[in-house]
Nanobody, 118 residues
């Protein structure tokens, strides 16, 4: 079955960095669009970054451009989110999402908490 397992969250001071990882299994990873979303209490889940298959075209939420980088490793079925210059407003639960090619479905991980606090 499809599994997405996030890791790498934690507590970090403003200006710090974290690297989130998402381990994928149970589907053809290399042809799937992979994304990171986040959700803060009382807020809707929002797209942070996405990366396409094959060419690997990336897309970012405006507020994270220049600070966050999404990357994928198709050999290891992994997607990463490098987060630098973290701000208080980046605090949220971060979720990994997979969109499978050809109507194969949409899947979510369980989320990992990122807390930016001094």
């Amino acid at each position: 079955q499809v599994q997405l397992v996030e890791s790498g969250g934690g507590l970090v001071q403003p200006g710090g960095s974290l690297r989130l990882s998402c381990a994928a299994s149970g589907f053809k990873f290399s042809t799937s669009v992979m994304s990171w979303y986040r959700q803060s209490p009382g807020m809707e889940r929002e797209l942070v970054a996405s990366i396409g298959s094959v060419v690997g075209t990336t897309n970012y939420k405006d507020s994270v451009k220049g600070r966050f980088t999404i990357a994928r490793d198709d050999a290891e079925n992994m997607v990463y989110l490098q987060m630098n210059s973290l701000r208080l407003e980046d605090t949220a639960v971060y979720y990994c999402k997979a969109i499978l090619r050809g109507g194969g479905g949409v899947y979510w991980g369980q989320g990992t908490q990122v807390t930016v606090s001094s």
